[in-house]
């Protein structure tokens, strides 16, 4: 596969997609997919710096892996899965449809998961702080002391 056959958009996608830490195999279908040329795996990986197989990538395509993963590991936020409600709804859409198929295992497995994704539902773990995430104030038991006898000795 000749290099030449890929884009300046393509060997933008490419790289951008690796640094969005997506694997060699599923930039080479993303690659068919968008822009309908073939391109193997190795090809891919070279556009990958922190890989062996990219050490000789010119400073170009490393300056826009680079921008790119930093933007990525901190804008997490753009991602939809990050957040519980998103992930709630697809696990919700993924129990209903394993339940209309009468699998009902895979049904009881994602409610299972759901609940666990609430925090704390399938746990023994304890709530161990008062109001407001303040220490609980601790219970105050009388203690008797008892004079012991002197026996004598002194």
């Known amino acids: ?91 919700q859409r993924m129990a209903e449809k394993a339940e209309t198929q009468g699998n009902m295992v895979l049904a009881a497995s994602l409610m299972r998961q759901a609940a666990e994704e609430m925090g704390g539902a399938l746990t023994n773990r304890r709530e161990l702080t008062g109001k407001d995430g303040k220490d609980l104030p601790v219970p105050v038991s009388p203690v008797t002391i008892f004079q012991l006898p002197d026996n004598g000795r002194s």
């Open 1 to 91: 596969m000749a290099k030449s056959k890929i884009s300046a958009g393509g060997k933008t996608f490419i790289a951008q997609s690796l640094a969005c830490f997506d694997t060699p195999m599923t930039v080479v279908a993303a690659v068919k997919k968008e822009f309908g040329v073939d391109v193997s795996r190795q090809l891919v990986e070279t556009y990958d710096p922190t890989k062996k197989a990219g050490y000789a990538l010119s400073q170009t395509w490393r300056d826009l892996f680079k921008s790119t993963r930093e933007a990525f590991l901190e804008d997490t936020a753009e991602i939809a899965i990050s957040h519980r409600a998103v992930r709630l709804r697809a696990l």
